[in-house]
């Protein structure tokens, strides 16, 4: 019976002495996690090089889905761990072990690794050690180095040994939390949810902001954007919602500005909102899904018109990806069925019959000379409304409490 699940970093690994501020985000952030998931707080111990889950009675794959959403785990495998390092007992841990998973004629191989280089017997030795103890008890098992059909696994660490035949990849990158904070432009399409992970994969904290326009776009809209949320929440074990009331802005843009003017200037003012938000969440960056030209507002002319206004970096993870790379991504998150509902949001309304495709910075300047913007932009942020989501839960939560 495996009493512990052995979680592997690996990019962690190469941080110098910093190491111990991501470790300790990791271990808070697989607690916390589990805890969301499970409704319970696992016990986990920490050696170097390795963290340590105990199962304490469990069945390790109650864990997997949480592990599988955790970044900074490179990898991880259910394990027995010995009481001692009794060369007979890691003998016999491994044979109950091999016995549990063989099933008829079954080529292996046995891999040692020794961090602990005070066991007096190297790996080679050792694996020869426990490939004849296996094949003694065990009939038909045969030994390949290269061709085999289990990989008998022992980590001889530093009071014990760890003996397993599983390994199941991890999201690797770095803890979200450990990259500080920002916020992504979730606009209910397919590309936004895609930035805010690929944020997450590099440890940022990602808070969402999306800009509605009802009674142009339903509370389905709205509710779709919660969904996604809750999607990138099972990532980073909640996602703060920013809801932007953005009717009055775009009613404005619409009577005063020149019609194919309104798509550079709509962003223009969203950078300057968002930027607010941030600000007041302690957040450095915005992350946008913008996919250089993909449409009007993503080309190089539009991008600079957009970039002018922003005091913080606006980062863009999907910037040279083609669509079919996003969407795939999208489908290994599960937001894409989401994105693609037939609702629309405040892109899609308002939308003018010929775009500005290569907008001029002075001419956004003009345009926007005719809005009291400093006056919209106060009262859209005032008005915000605050969502917190923890992946399939979803609490409202007043500015204040947040």
């Not at 986990?44 to 304490?56: D, H, N, P, S, V």
């Not at 009802?214 to 809801?243: C, F, G, W």
């Not at 509902?341 to 005719?370: G, H, L, R, S």
Request: net charge neutral; with cysteine.
């Amino acid at each position: 019976m495996y009493d512990h699940i052995v979680i592997r970093y690996a990019e962690i690994a190469l941080k110098g002495k910093n190491q111990k501020d991501f470790l300790n985000r990791l271990i808070k952030n697989i607690r916390e996690q589990i805890k969301t998931d499970l409704e319970f707080t696992p016990k986990i111990e920490q050696e170097k090089g390795r963290i340590y889950l105990l199962l304490e009675g469990r069945e390790p794959e109650i864990f997997f889905d949480s592990l599988n959403h955790i970044f900074g785990i490179s990898s991880y495998s259910p394990a027995r761990k010995t009481s001692s390092l009794d060369l007979e007992e890691i003998k016999a841990t491994a044979l109950d072990e091999m016995r549990q998973i063989v099933q008829g004629p079954t080529r292996f191989r046995v891999s040692v690794r020794r961090p602990n280089k005070q066991f007096p017997l190297q790996s080679p030795e050792m694996q020869q050690i426990i490939a004849a103890h296996m094949l003694k008890n065990i009939p038909g098992l045969k030994a390949d180095l290269h061709n085999y059909d289990i990989d008998l696994l022992l980590e001889i660490r530093y009071d014990a040994a760890y003996v397993y035949t599983k390994s199941y990849a991890g999201l690797g990158g770095l803890p979200v939390g450990s990259s500080g904070r920002g916020v992504v432009l979730l606009s209910g399409g397919i590309d936004s949810p895609v930035a805010g992970w690929l944020a997450m994969k590099r440890g940022v904290t990602v808070e969402a902001v999306h800009f509605h326009s009802y009674p142009y776009t339903s509370e389905e809209a709205k509710q779709k954007v919660l969904d996604l949320a809750a999607k990138m929440a099972k990532y980073s074990n909640r996602v703060i919602v920013h809801m932007v009331p953005f009717t009055k802005i775009q009613e404005q843009i619409a009577h005063y500005c020149h019609d194919n003017m309104r798509i550079p200037i709509m962003r223009r003012i969203m950078v300057r909102i968002a930027e607010e938000i941030a600000r007041q969440r302690e957040a450095m960056a915005i992350f946008t899904g913008d996919n250089l030209g993909q449409v009007a507002s993503q080309t190089m002319e539009s991008i600079y018109a957009i970039n002018q206004v922003a005091t913080m970096p606006i980062l863009r993870p999907c910037i040279t990806m083609e669509k079919e790379e996003i969407i795939q991504l999208a489908k290994k998150i599960d937001t894409f069925e989401i994105s693609i509902q037939p609702y629309e949001d405040c892109c899609t309304v308002f939308v003018p019959k010929d775009p500005k495709t290569k907008p001029k910075v002075e001419a956004c300047i003009a345009e926007e000379a005719k809005l009291d913007l400093p006056e919209l932009i106060r009262d859209a942020v005032e008005r915000t409304e605050r969502i917190i989501v923890y992946g399939k839960i979803i609490e409202s939560r007043q500015q204040r409490e947040i």
